[in-house]
Structures are given as structure tokens and as C-alpha cells.
């Protein structure tokens, strides 16, 4: 079973930037998607963005595009999400995921809070 532990939440101001990170342990056969989605208070967990077990395709919800980036590093079996340009509505719970779907959600991590705020 894989376990997945979320990392580099906390408190930022508008137009600020954070890394998350997401480390994956456990019985890890294969590289698998990965993936970030996230929850804010009252709504739905909604997608973030995903990249491919070969990392060669990367997937954005319209609401990140040009300002997250998500990227992974397969030797330490850790996914990254640079969020820049940070807005208010980006205040949410961070999770990853990771698994064969596309985009994954098959295995959740805890969650990372993030609270864009001034």
C-alpha cells in the first residue's frame, strides 16, 4: 500500500508564491500518476493538476494555468506544486493523489492547508 504525506502549506499573501510537496512511501511498484487537487471550505474537492507516470503530460485546471506548476522527482518519488501569483481563492486544503486514473484519485494523501490572506 502506498502512503502519500503532503507538505509546504501555511500562510501567504496575495501574490505570493508556496511549494508543496508530496512524498510517496510504501510498497511503490511503479511509477504512477500524480496528481493535486484541493478543497476549500464549503465546496467540493475540485482537480488542481496532474502529470503522467512518464512525466511527458502535465494536466491544469483552467483557474492555474500559467501560475502552478506541478513537477516530479522520480528518485525520491516526490510531486512538487510551485503556486505562484497566489490569489484569495486559492485558500483551500491540498491534497495529492496518485494511482493509474487520469487524472489520479486513487490514493490520498492528509492534506496541506494553504491560506492566501493579507
Known amino acids: 500500500q502506498v502512503q502519500l504525506v503532503e507538505s509546504g502549506g501555511g500562510l501567504v499573501q496575495p501574490g505570493g508564491s508556496l511549494r508543496l510537496s508530496c512524498a510517496a512511501s510504501g510498497f511503490i511498484s511503479t511509477i504512477n500518476n500524480m496528481g493535486w487537487f484541493r478543497q476549500a471550505p464549503g465546496k467540493e474537492r475540485e482537480f488542481v493538476a496532474a502529470m503522467s507516470s512518464s512525466g511527458l503530460s502535465t494536466l491544469y485546471a483552467d483557474s492555474v494555468k500559467g501560475r502552478f506548476t506541478i513537477s516530479r522527482e522520480s528518485a525520491k518519488n516526490t510531486v512538487y506544486l510551485q503556486m505562484n501569483s497566489l490569489k484569495p481563492e486559492d485558500t483551500a486544503v491540498y491534497y495529492c493523489?496518485?494511482?493509474?486514473?487520469?487524472?489520479?484519485?486513487?490514493?490520498w494523501g492528509q492534506g496541506t492547508q494553504v491560506t492566501v490572506s493579507s
Open positions: 493523489a496518485t494511482g493509474a486514473r487520469w487524472p489520479p484519485t486513487n490514493t
